[in-house]
């Protein structure tokens, strides 16, 4: 499985970005997948989740009712869009599925598969 992410960059405090997260390989849509961040200089950490359907959704606290999290079966693509953004979401965002469990898990060894990162800075 290779997950490749992309869509960040630099924006001011209060603005908007999105994420995209392409899955390629041995895949299956089925299966769950998340976002998680790590800013420097401490541990990675849960954002988002979602299965297949998009019927079953997690968000961190520090996250939720600013970011939305959404999958697109056909393209085999998860996205989260980040909004009303503060310097504390800077980080280096991660994508990550497995081939074992439907249900979206929020912690780090809920997932085997993992993308390179993409790197989110807010400015204030």
């Known amino acids: 499985v290779q997950l490749q992410a992309f869509g960040g960059g630099l924006v001011q405090a209060g603005g908007s970005l999105s994420l995209s997260c392409a899955a390629s390989?041995?895949?299956?849509?089925?299966?769950?997948m998340g976002w998680f961040r790590q800013a420097a200089g401490k541990e990675r950490e849960f954002v988002a989740a979602?299965?297949?359907?998009?019927?079953?959704?997690y968000y961190a606290d520090s996250v939720k009712g600013r970011f939305i999290i959404s999958r697109d079966i056909a393209k085999n693509t998860m996205y989260l869009q980040m909004n009303s953004l503060k310097p504390e979401d800077t980080a280096l965002y991660y994508c990550?599925?497995?081939?074992?469990?439907?249900?979206?898990?929020?912690?780090?060894?809920?997932?085997?598969?993992w993308g390179q990162g993409t790197q989110v800075t807010v400015s204030s």
């Open positions: 990550a599925t497995n081939l074992r469990s439907v249900v979206p898990g929020t912690r780090l060894r809920d997932y085997d598969y």
């Open positions: 390989g041995r895949t299956s849509r089925l299966y769950a």
């Open positions: 979602i299965n297949w359907s998009g019927g079953t959704i």
